[in-house]
């Protein structure tokens, strides 16, 4: 994002993304509604809402393309979907890098989150009883 240079084509690559998110979560809700009717949810909305939020976010993602062609939206497409070279070898595939686990460790412990108590038990970390 701070490629981009200036603070303005900062917040429209920013709100041109959140709004590709905010329609494809508004998508998977409405497919889930009728594909999965039965699952249970913490909270139901009326389906208007989800169908008003996907067409305003169409909107505000096609809306300035066509006013104002920008490299910065293809820029953030492009960015999007450089997630499916990660996602489809390390989630589809389950592909396990060797020095994974031991970056994601380092990671949760430098940036002080809780890690699972499983990567605990792997590397000997486990807080000793008393």
Request: proline letters at 8%; one cysteine or more; aromatic letters at 18%.
């Amino acid at each position: 994002m701070i490629l981009a240079g200036n603070i303005e084509s900062l917040i429209d690559f920013f709100s041109f993304t959140a709004w590709i998110f905010y329609g494809g979560a508004m998508f998977a809700l409405i497919v889930m509604r009728y594909t999965r009717p039965n699952f249970p949810r913490p909270y139901k909305v009326p389906i208007i809402i989800p169908i008003g939020v996907l067409i305003i976010s169409f909107y505000l993602v096609v809306g300035p393309i066509i006013d104002s062609p920008k490299f910065e939206y293809l820029y953030a497409t492009l960015f999007i979907f450089s997630g499916l070279f990660l996602y489809i070898p390390m989630v589809h595939y389950n592909f396990k890098s060797p020095l994974m686990d031991k970056f994601t460790t380092l990671c949760q412990l430098l940036l002080e989150v809780a890690p699972t108590h499983s990567v605990f038990e792997d590397y000997n970390i486990v807080a000793q009883k008393p």
